[in-house]
């Protein structure tokens, strides 16, 4: 018995020597992008081994007889981040998002909102992003049960660090229902009624082992909001349990409340005024503009039923989004890029997301700075910048690679992908 044992002992070991071998791989990369330092490195490989980057070297340091995955016609980039989603949550165009949200909690399971929202995590892996902020509108905390089922490998999808229900003033962000169905919102957001209660409201989340907090400093288009004072607690709260909080702000008071309450990202934004900007730039406060191209709007736009001769807005909107982006990266605001983009266009949801490089570039910024939002600034301020959004020792084995010159022709570039690989795992390779 004891010899068998030992037999059966050097077959396990045996197999398992030959399954980390098969799980070492040299990565040749003709161009990588060094993340933390914004720039371009030329013939560079990444040693990878299981899901973790052993090292960056040169082509000399890979070993005879290695296996190479051989990416030297393209552009490596670490996995990208879209740093605002909800995977959960989809409308149509056309629809309310009130009664939207009403009907999607009265007559759709979570059983079968999570399966959809499955599906929609794994097309964000097909375009190269690997890691998603998932903030909110997931029912309750069926972001948290998504995330856990990628993570034990049930199914496909990207890294996902889950907010669980957005903590809000009365009402949420669901208008016109009555008193007595009220109780229906809680099923979609944490009303928070109070300081004392704001604080529970964080414990609960933290019980439920979120990544992250989001509230809502405003609750546009109902007039409810939260008091400074209950912001305030939210964070110190979250602070004590090492949680990133970020607000959702439409207002410009609103954000200028958030950031007083010690706030450490403001999602949206799109009224910022100068002087918001520059709080914001010398607390530290990065924001996560959710910018779409013009070819999303004139899309959406038809989608949603306006006539072709009142699309004006669109050119104004537009406008004003690209001098708030500018005000604020001239004011030195962090950007981090984030899409928010939930209603269905016709493709695939991580298509979808993809506008928001379009939208930026746009906008006016360069490619590189584009880029190191989607990594790098991201994922620092996730406090995971030696993890994810970055190539380099100790990190995740998070990886894509594109085609094209990402500076000179950015938008067909970035839309390219032709290797994704998450946690050392390739799901997605186009043959040489």
Not at 1 to 21: N, P, T
Request: net charge negative; charged share 20%; glycine share 8%.
């Amino acid at each position: 018995m004891h010899k068998l044992f030992a037999v059966l002992l050097l077959v396990i070991c045996s197999l398992a020597s030959v399954c980390a071998q098969q799980n070492e791989v040299y990565i040749k990369a003709g161009l990588l992008y060094d993340s933390e330092q914004n720039i371009l490195l030329k013939n560079k490989v990444i040693h990878v081994k299981g899901n973790t980057i052993v090292s960056i070297g040169t082509y000399n340091t890979i070993p005879n007889n290695a296996e190479i995955i051989d990416l030297t016609a393209y552009t490596v980039l670490p996995g990208l981040i879209d740093a605002h989603t909800h995977v959960l949550f989809s409308q149509d165009a056309s629809d309310d998002f009130s009664e939207h949200s009403i009907h999607s909690l009265t007559m759709e399971s979570d059983a079968i909102r999570t399966l959809r929202g499955s599906k929609r995590a794994k097309s964000y892996l097909d375009v190269g992003i690997t890691t998603v902020k998932d903030l909110g509108n997931s029912g309750l905390f069926l972001d948290v049960a998504l995330r856990d089922a990628i993570n034990e490998g049930t199914i496909d999808g990207p890294r996902i660090f889950a907010s669980g229900p957005i903590m809000a003033a009365t009402g949420g962000q669901v208008y016109g229902v009555s008193p007595k169905h009220q109780d229906l919102i809680d099923l979609e957001y944490r009303i928070i009624n109070g300081v004392e209660d704001a604080k529970i409201a964080v414990r609960e989340h933290v019980n439920q082992k979120v990544d992250l907090i989001k509230f809502c400093a405003d609750n546009i288009p109902n007039n409810t909001h939260l008091s400074i004072a209950e912001m305030k607690a939210i964070v110190e709260t979250a602070n004590g349990y090492d949680l990133t909080v970020v607000a959702h702000s439409i207002t410009n008071q609103s954000a200028w409340n958030a950031i007083q309450a010690g706030v450490h990202g403001i999602e949206h934004g799109f009224n910022l005024a100068d002087s918001t900007l520059t709080l914001m730039a010398n607390k530290k406060v990065f924001l996560v503009p959710t910018e779409n191209s013009k070819a999303y709007m004139q899309t959406y736009s038809k989608l949603a039923g306006y006539d072709d001769d009142d699309l004006g807005w669109i050119d104004n909107y537009l406008d004003r989004m690209k001098t708030r982006l500018a005000r604020a990266i001239e004011k030195g605001v962090t950007i981090v890029a984030g899409s928010d983009n939930y209603t269905d266009m016709g493709g695939t949801r991580g298509e979808s997301s993809k506008d928001m490089f379009r939208a930026y570039f746009e906008a006016g910024m360069k490619p590189l700075d584009i880029l190191q939002s989607a990594t790098y600034s991201s994922a620092l301020n996730l406090n995971k910048q030696n993890e994810i959004g970055v190539l380099k020792s100790g990190a995740k084995a998070d990886i894509i690679a594109v085609k094209g010159n990402i500076t000179n022709d950015f938008i067909n570039t970035i839309e390219d992908v032709v290797f994704v690989m998450k946690d050392g795992d390739v799901y997605f390779r186009i043959q040489n």
